[in-house]
C-alpha cells in the first residue's frame, strides 16, 4: 500500500486524480494540498505542502498545482524525500534542472509528465517518427478557456521530440516570426487554441510533396489521463533520478 499525497486537490484534475487513487487497492490518499477547500471522505486537506509534511509522511506525491506553484511544491516534496511525479505544466527548463538537481542529492525519483494521456504519448512517439521524413509541419493544440498556459505542456514537448529525433528532417518553418504564425518551439510552430467545450486536443500537421499527414488526439474527458497518472505513480517510486515524459515508463 502507497500513501499518496495531491497538491491542486480542489481542482478539476487533482479532484479526480484523488478520488481515482482512493479507489486503488494498492493505494491511498493520506493528504490532500490545496489553499481551497478539498473533500475526500476524512483525508486532511492542508493549505500548504510544508503543513501536510509536517502531520503526514506519504510515500509519493502528485503535484497538481498552478504553474506559479509547481516549482516551489515540487521542491519541497523532494528535500522531504517524498518521490514526486508533476503533472502541472509551467517549469522552465531552468527549474527542471533545478529539480533535478535536488532529486540526484536526495536519491528520490522524480517524474514529470506534460500529458498522462496513453494515445497523447503515443502521437509524440508517431511525430517524432515522421519528422524523420517530412521537412514541414504545424502543431494545433486545443485546450479548455481556463488552461493557464499557452502553448500547453504537451505541444512544447511534442516540438522538442520532433527537433531532436535521430535523423530529423525539419527545416526553419516559412513566415516564421510573424505573430499570425503561432509561437515557435525548436522551429516548429504552435497554435494555441482555448475554448469552453474543450478539454485537450492536438494535432499536428506535416506537409509533403502533394500529401499532407495529419496525426491528431482528443482527451474527451479528465478520465483519459487516469490511467497515466497510475502508471507514473506506480512506478516514481523504482525512478533514480528524473524522467521526464511518460513514454519513458512504458515497457
Given amino acids: 500500500m502507497t500513501d499518496v499525497l495531491v497538491t491542486g486537490a480542489a481542482g478539476k484534475m487533482g479532484s479526480l486524480s484523488a478520488t481515482t ?31 501536510a509534511l509536517t502531520l503526514t509522511s506519504p510515500e509519493a506525491a502528485l503535484e497538481f498545482s498552478l504553474p506559479q506553484a509547481v516549482f516551489e511544491n515540487t521542491r519541497a516534496l523532494l528535500e522531504a524525500g517524498v518521490p514526486t511525479v508533476v503533472g502541472t505544466t509551467g517549469l522552465s527548463d531552468e527549474q527542471v534542472a533545478a529539480l533535478s538537481a535536488t532529486a540526484a542529492a536526495r536519491d528520490v525519483g522524480l517524474v514529470i509528465v506534460p500529458n498522462f494521456a496513453l494515445g497523447a504519448v503515443l502521437l509524440m512517439r ?14 494545433v493544440e486545443m485546450h479548455d478557456a481556463g488552461k493557464k498556459d499557452a502553448p500547453s505542456g504537451t ?24 505573430p499570425a ?15 469552453p467545450g474543450l478539454v485537450a486536443h492536438q494535432e499536428v500537421v506535416f506537409g509533403g510533396d502533394d500529401e499532407v499527414l495529419t496525426l491528431r488526439h482528443d482527451s474527451l474527458s479528465r478520465r483519459s489521463f487516469m490511467a497515466g497518472v ?22
Wanted: charged fraction near 20%; glycine fraction near 8%; proline fraction near 8%.
Fill in 181 to 195: 504564425r503561432g509561437q515557435m518551439s525548436h522551429g516548429v510552430p504552435i497554435h494555441s487554441v482555448r475554448l
Fill in 21 to 51: 487513487i482512493a479507489a486503488q487497492p494498492d493505494m491511498r490518499v493520506v493528504a490532500l494540498v490545496d489553499p481551497r477547500p478539498a473533500r475526500l471522505g476524512d483525508v486532511p486537506c492542508f493549505a500548504s505542502v510544508a503543513e
Fill in 155 to 178: 505541444s512544447l514537448r511534442t516540438a522538442r521530440l520532433m527537433a531532436e529525433a535521430p535523423g530529423a528532417a525539419l527545416a526553419p518553418a516559412p513566415g516564421a516570426g510573424h
Fill in 126 to 139: 508517431f511525430a517524432a517518427e515522421a519528422a524523420r521524413y517530412y521537412a514541414h509541419a504545424e502543431i
Fill in 230 to 251: 497510475l502508471l507514473a505513480l506506480r512506478k516514481v517510486r523504482e525512478v533514480k533520478g528524473t524522467v521526464v515524459g511518460l513514454e519513458n515508463l512504458l515497457t
